[in-house]
């Protein structure tokens, strides 16, 4: 290990700096400090106070000068165990926010009617949106689905999403292009499945359309997925009438 893997606990370059200083001067005055660190003497208070704050060091005034010292390495234990203490005070003040702030974006998400979202980020908050919103006796409706530019991707993902699926017990209704019968890595899982349904149609195309409950997906699976997300009653009840209209042209 590195001593500069401290950052992955919180502390800055200047701090690591300082702090490796130290450790190899033993008690300093600040002149010797910042010109073995390489910090500026202009700043080397300010770095090293913070440290003292951390309990990660320690300063005593001898004779009127500041001498700082590197403090038992097992008070960066210490350390970490007041960052969880602080991270679980920053957890209560946010689960007792929560109910007041769920109500207002419900709120302002009855005036959102379309939403955009990029990347296989944007991907997984579509779709585990659709996994809190369903459960067991809802359905998800997909016509069109494909195997998408990055299948491997894809495949990832959608293997994690049907997991999300299984916790829910909602069953999807899917139609596939006809060039995915064979690929069953994906397409497997819905064939076997006796909660959900699966067709084909002579189709070609990496965009798909996603609807459940008022709620319409478009999803493009790019190499850089794009999903527009469409909220409105009326618009998922008539793409749930052209999904029926399609699903008995579409074959087993």
């Not at 679980?88 to 955009?116: C, I, M, N, S, Y």
Request: with cysteine; hydrophobic share 40%; glycine share 8%.
């Amino acid at each position: 290990m590195n001593i500069r893997d401290l950052t992955k606990i919180g502390l800055t370059d200047g701090e690591i700096k300082v702090y490796d200083a130290l450790l190899e001067l033993g008690e300093t005055t600040r002149t010797k400090l910042a010109k073995r660190s390489g910090i500026s003497p202009s700043k080397i208070y300010d770095v090293a106070n913070r440290l003292v704050e951390k309990g990660i060091i320690s300063v005593v005034k001898k004779q009127g000068t500041l001498h700082f010292c590197a403090a038992n390495p097992e008070r960066l234990k210490d350390f970490i165990d007041g960052k969880e203490e602080e991270l679980g005070r920053e957890r209560q003040v946010v689960e007792a926010l929560l109910p007041a702030l769920l109500a207002r974006h419900g709120e302002t998400r009855e005036k959102l009617d379309v939403e955009v979202f990029y990347g296989w980020d944007g991907m997984r908050t579509v779709f585990w949106d659709i996994a809190r919103a369903l459960g067991k006796g809802d359905v998800s409706y997909v016509f069109g689905a494909s195997m998408g530019r990055d299948w491997m991707q894809a495949d990832t993902f959608f293997s994690k999403y049907y997991r999300e699926v299984e916790k829910k017990g909602y069953g999807i209704r899917i139609i596939f292009n006809e060039n995915m019968r064979i690929h069953k890595d994906r397409t497997g899982y819905f064939e076997t499945h006796p909660q959900h349904s699966v067709r084909y149609l002579h189709q070609d195309t990496f965009a798909e359309i996603n609807f459940y409950k008022d709620t319409v997906l478009f999803i493009m699976l790019l190499q850089k997925p794009l999903v527009i997300r469409v909220t409105n009653k009326e618009a998922a009840d008539s793409f749930r009438k052209f999904f029926l209209t399609m699903w008995k042209q579409a074959k087993r």
